[in-house]
């Protein structure tokens, strides 16, 4: 299978997914007889998405002598960063309520910027802690969204 066969599938399959969680998207009761809801936008990329995804799989190749396997295509490739990379994700998505925004984007990018090859802590610290602050601040003070401090700050009795 073409690398952009590959590629169409994974986005046909998320696009899929994508489209079955945006009919999960709660409307407030106002919102209900709407022409542009909540799930408008995430229902159009998740067609869009599908559509695409469709033509690219069903539509022939432009030239398929000529195209490389995905297995030589990714042969070589350092997949360990990205793995790695992609479980600290998951590891972010979990830590977030118990630790909160501030605490867990520092340690998320802390450890983000160390797998992706920075050893100098200093400038870690410089480049993590003003961005994870600036964004706080922003989101929570300008723009009025309610950022939860976490859990464990609710257990150990300091909020």
Known sequence: MAREKVGALVMLLFSLAYGYQATQIPLSFLSQQEFFTPRTMPY?????????SFLILVLPTVDEQGKTSLA???QGMDWKPAIQLVGLMLFYGLVM???GFVIASIIFLLIG???LGER???RMLLAAIPLVLVLWVVMSMLLGVYIAPGEIFHMLGII
């Open 120 to 122: 100098r802590i200093k």
């Open 44 to 52: 159009a990329l998740a067609v869009t998405g599908f559509v695409l």
């Open 72 to 74: 030589e295509e990714t």
């Open 97 to 99: 309520k118990w630790l």
């Open 113 to 115: 910027f160390r797998i």
